[in-house]
C-alpha cells in the first residue's frame, strides 16, 4: 500500500506596525491562502509582528522551523522602519548587502539623482538571498531557503506571486 505524502505547510508573517494599529487594513493574508491553495500547499499559521527586528527573529525562526514555506509580508522598503531584510539576516545568520542585481534594476528605475540612499536600501538582501521579481515597483522581494520575502503593499505582493510559483514544491 502506498503512502499520499503529506502536502506542504506554510505560514505567513505579517510585518508592520501599522497593521497592529488599525492605520492599514491587512489583505495579503487572504491573497496568499487563495494562492496557495490550488498549487496544493496548506496555509496553517498566521503571525502579526511590528517593527522591532526581535519579534520578527524569534516568529521567524518558529515558523520556519514549523513549515515548509513561510511568507512574509511588509517592511522592505526605503524607509528607517523598514527592518525586513535586517531581521531575516539576523534570523539566518547571513550578513545583509546590497545585492549587485537589485542595485542594477532599482538604478534603472530611477532617473539619474534620483536613487538616493533610502531607495538603495530596497537593494540590499541577506547574503546568498534569491531574488523575487516585482514587476510592479520594479523593487525585489528575496528568497532564503523556505522563507519568501515580500513586499506589504498588496498589489505588488500578489504581483510577487507570479515569481513564486515556480518555486514551490
Known amino acids: 500500500m502506498s503512502q499520499i505524502a503529506p502536502s506542504p505547510t506554510a505560514a505567513v508573517l ?9 492605520r492599514t487594513r491587512d489583505t495579503n493574508l487572504n491573497t496568499l491562502a487563495r494562492f496557495l ?17 526581535d519579534q520578527i527573529v524569534a516568529a521567524l525562526n518558529a515558523l520556519r522551523a514549523a513549515h515548509d514555506y513561510v511568507f512574509t509580508t511588509g517592511g522592505i522598503g526605503p524607509t528607517h522602519d ?13 550578513p545583509v548587502r546590497e545585492h549587485p ?16 540612499a533610502a531607495r538603495r536600501r530596497m537593494a540590499r ?3 546568498g538571498g534569491v531574488l523575487i521579481a516585482n ?22 505582493m500578489e504581483a510577487m506571486l507570479d515569481d513564486v510559483a515556480p518555486r514551490l514544491k
Do not use: C, H, W
Not at 527592518?83 to 547571513?94: C, N, P, R, S, W
Not at 514587476?135 to 505588488?156: L, Y
Open 14 to 22: 505579517i510585518i508592520g506596525d501599522e497593521i497592529l494599529s488599525g
Open 135 to 156: 514587476p510592479v515597483s520594479d523593487a525585489p522581494g528575496f528568497q532564503v531557503e523556505n522563507v519568501f520575502v515580500m513586499a506589504g503593499v498588496p498589489k505588488i
Open 82 to 94: 523598514d527592518i525586513t531584510a535586517d531581521a531575516v539576516g539576523a534570523a539566518f545568520g547571513l
Open 125 to 127: 538582501v541577506p547574503e
Open 101 to 116: 542585481e537589485a542595485l542594477a534594476i532599482l538604478a534603472r528605475r530611477y532617473a539619474p539623482g534620483e536613487f538616493n
Open 37 to 53: 491553495a490550488p498549487l496544493g500547499v496548506d496555509l496553517m499559521e498566521a503571525r502579526v509582528v511590528g517593527d522591532r527586528q
